[in-house]
């Protein structure tokens, strides 16, 4: 984005959901679909803020807006990491002689999930042997299903090639309510195949990802919920 300056990001560090189906419905059984081929994301879409100087040398803002009609696709430095984008749309918020506020609206088609990760500690509770708390830096509540107390272990059957299965025709949520000062680990986590391992005051649930999440920028942090589809718990 040469020749302006960012004044504000919003929806940059959400969590998109998974696009397709997410599930197999057997009829008395619901089966993850949780490899590779299964997973697809949703875009990522985001807004920025940003101020146009008129003032600077060679600044022409008429010949910047037939640019950014062209909508190409584009590299996108922005605190979150580099994020190769289009442009949606932009619009003019306000000008006067000095320079323009503009917004713009880009989306992520192919949603990307990076991160430089810590040695899994496995202390206290944890999600795949990542500590929640000493691993991931997160501050964190679960609320449980009440359908959880009572969630029988999954089992295996010779007609699905020994696929387990759950045994609820709707799955039970664990809903973490969390706050941290990055939210890129626990992203790359969530976004894997296979099923998350989150272990909690005793229990361990066999679960996985699939509803995206909004990020909200708190202070030096970041307040976000998480809702995980339980499919087992031992």
Known sequence: MDGFTHIEWSGLWNMPSRKGETTYDWGDEI????????????????KLKA????????ADFDKKKKELKKKTRM??????????????????????SIGVVCEFEFYEDESVFEAEMPIASGVGSTIDGYSLYNDLG???????????????????????????????????????????KDVKPIQKILSSNGLREL?????IYKCFFTKGFK???KGNGFKYRIELNVYDII
């Not at 430095?77 to 918020?93: A, E, G, M, Q």
């Not at 964190?140 to 299903?145: A, E, G, P, V």
């Open 138 to 180: 997160i501050y964190f509540t679960i609320k449980k299903d009440k359908e959880l107390t009572d969630l029988k272990s999954s089992k295996k059957t010779v007609f699905n090639r020994g696929v387990a299965k759950s045994h609820y025709r709707e799955l039970p949520e664990l809903t973490l309510e969390c706050f941290s």
């Open 215 to 217: 990020v909200v920028r």
């Open 75 to 96: 590299t996108l430095s922005t605190p979150f990491r580099d994020c190769k984008v289009w442009l949606n749309s932009f619009r003019v918020i306000s000008e006067n």
């Open 31 to 46: 089966e993850p679909l949780v490899d590779d081929e299964d997973i697809v994301w949703n875009s990522r879409e985001f």
């Open 51 to 58: 101020f146009f100087d008129k003032r600077i040398k060679g």
């Open 199 to 203: 272990q909690h005051e005793g229990s």
